[in-house]
Every structure is written in structure tokens, then in C-alpha cells.
């Protein structure tokens, strides 16, 4: 299970790695039994979503809907399955509902369902992330709540004008309860970013919406514990933080990296067999 210590003065680093290993083995493993889903932009936010919920979301898996909890909101739906490995490691459901992704019946979607437990947004088109966590912090602002409102947008998502929309009114606003992460991947379903089309420049293009801007290496622990430390220097400050985190798409199997083609395309059996022996696991078929 995720080691969870709130906000710990020294974070086991090697407890957090080791959890985004299990979640990036997860990831594969429920994708490839489902034959769907997306599985390079669910590994490339393992160490970001392993970190938060192990050292600052305040959230509690006996009462997934508790008043006055922090919010996380996956905006980029569709890279679910990270999200619900981690959610599963911080004991919200079992691990067997992993078997069930994407199957009618089953609890867990091919996109977040506020249904699920530790779900606080449901998700399908892009771009619409932002915006409701922008309604959740104020709303929580208003009512005299503490609450901490964490977003995650995809890079390609953010090429989106209703992303924009929404990056002006946080400031705006004040919403300083309000953190946004970029998962800064690279890649989108057509390819790289910068040929779909170009964001830069990016982390400007924020600045000059008001943002307080925190660039970082998403896959270094060190570095994104603190961002997050920062990200919480900055409450009451009236700007929100947004944290650019430079990751990569597949990160963690080499022949996934910074390839488009798994943007959306489970495993093959072979695949399968060469991405858990690079984990550090064996490909038994079975989750």
C-alpha cells in the first residue's frame, strides 16, 4: 500500500519509488486485460500522483465524500488508469476492480466517474478540468473551508481554449487554494506537441495570465516534493501556483518512451513480457 505520512518532514523516497513502480505495473496490466485504455499518459504522472496523495492530499478512504476534504481533479480523464492504481493504493477500492476496466457493470470507466470512490470529477472531453476545479475552490473558499484544490491538465489538452478561459479567471479570483500540474508529457494521439500543434512559449504564456510558475523534473521525487512544498508557500499569497512538470509519455518501459503509439493502445502479450521484465515483474496473464 501507498506509505501515507501527511506532508512528512523527510518523505521515504524509496517507499514513493517503489509505489510508482507498482503503479505503472498496475497500469499495464489492467490495460492490457481490458485490450483499452491509455497507458503512456498514465505512466508519465506516477511519481506526481504517487507524491500528492501520499504527502499532502487531506482525504480519507472510510468517507470518499467527507466535507472539507482537498479535491484532486485528473482533467485529462482519459489517463484514469494511473489514477485509480494510485487510488487503490491508498485503499479506496481493491486491486480486483482493476479487472473489470472499461467493462460495462464494473466500477471502474474508460474515463473518472465521480461515481468511484476518491473520483471528485467526471471526466470525457478536454479542457473542462480547470474550470470546475476553479468552481470547487471558490465554492470551498466561500463556505470558510481549508480546502486544497490540486488540477492535472495534459500538455496537449492545454492547446484547448476553454483551458485558457479558465487560466484567467484563477488569478482573477485569487484562488491560491487552487494548484494546477501540467503533466508535460510531450506526446498527444497525433504525435508530439510541438508539431500538432506548438505551445511555447508555455510556462510564459501562464506567467502572463497571472500564474506563479514552478518548472520541474516530473519523474525526480526530490523535485516534485519541492514543488509541492512550494505550491503550499504560496497559499495566501492571492496568485495560484501552476506547476510545469517535464515528463515523459510511457516513462519507466524504454520502448514506450515518447512514443505516441501507446497513447491509447494497450499492450500485446509480447509487449507485455518485455515492459514487467524491465519493471522488475513477470507476465503471468493475470492481474
Known amino acids: 500500500m501507498l506509505p501515507v505520512a501527511l506532508a512528512p518532514a523527510k518523505p521515504n523516497l524509496d517507499e514513493l519509488k517503489e509505489a510508482a513502480r507498482r503503479v505503472r505495473v498496475d497500469v499495464l496490466r489492467m490495460t492490457h486485460k481490458a485490450q483499452s485504455g491509455h497507458p503512456g499518459g498514465s505512466m508519465s504522472m506516477a511519481e506526481l500522483l504517487v507524491a500528492l496523495y501520499a504527502t499532502r492530499l487531506r ?4 468517507d470518499p465524500k467527507k466535507q472539507g476534504r482537498d479535491r484532486f481533479i485528473l482533467s485529462k480523464g482519459h489517463t484514469c488508469p494511473g489514477l485509480y492504481a494510485v487510488l487503490a493504493e491508498r485503499g479506496f477500492f481493491s486491486r480486483e476492480e482493476f479487472k473489470g476496466l472499461r467493462r460495462a457493470g464494473h466500477l471502474l470507466q474508460g474515463h473518472t466517474d465521480h461515481k468511484i470512490p476518491g473520483v471528485d470529477m467526471s471526466a470525457g472531453s478536454l479542457g473542462m478540468g480547470l474550470g470546475f476545479g476553479n468552481g470547487v475552490a471558490l465554492g470551498e473558499r466561500l ?29 482573477f479570483r485569487k484562488l491560491d ?7 508535460w508529457n510531450q506526446i498527444q494521439i497525433d504525435g508530439f506537441v510541438k508539431d500538432v500543434k506548438d505551445l511555447e512559449p508555455f510556462a510564459d504564456k501562464w506567467r502572463a495570465f497571472g500564474w506563479d510558475v514552478r518548472e520541474f523534473n ?15 508557500s504560496r497559499v495566501g499569497s492571492g496568485k495560484p501556483v501552476l506547476l510545469l512538470a517535464k515528463t515523459e509519455k510511457g516513462n519507466g518501459v524504454s520502448f514506450m518512451r515518447l512514443k ?8 500485446t502479450d509480447d509487449e507485455m513480457k518485455r515492459a514487467l521484465a524491465e519493471l522488475g515483474e513477470e507476465f503471468t496473464g493475470a492481474i
Open 59 to 62: 482525504v480519507d478512504p472510510r
Open 177 to 183: 487554494n487552487l494548484t494546477c500540474i501540467v503533466d
Open 143 to 171: 463556505a470558510g473551508r481549508s480546502t486544497r484544490v490540486w488540477v492535472m491538465l495534459g500538455d496537449g489538452e492545454c492547446q484547448e481554449g476553454s483551458v485558457w478561459e479558465s487560466a484567467m479567471t484563477t488569478p
Open 218 to 232: 516530473g519523474h525526480d521525487l526530490k523535485e516534485v516534493l519541492a514543488a509541492y512544498d512550494y505550491a503550499d
Open 260 to 267: 505516441a503509439d501507446y497513447h491509447g493502445r494497450a499492450l
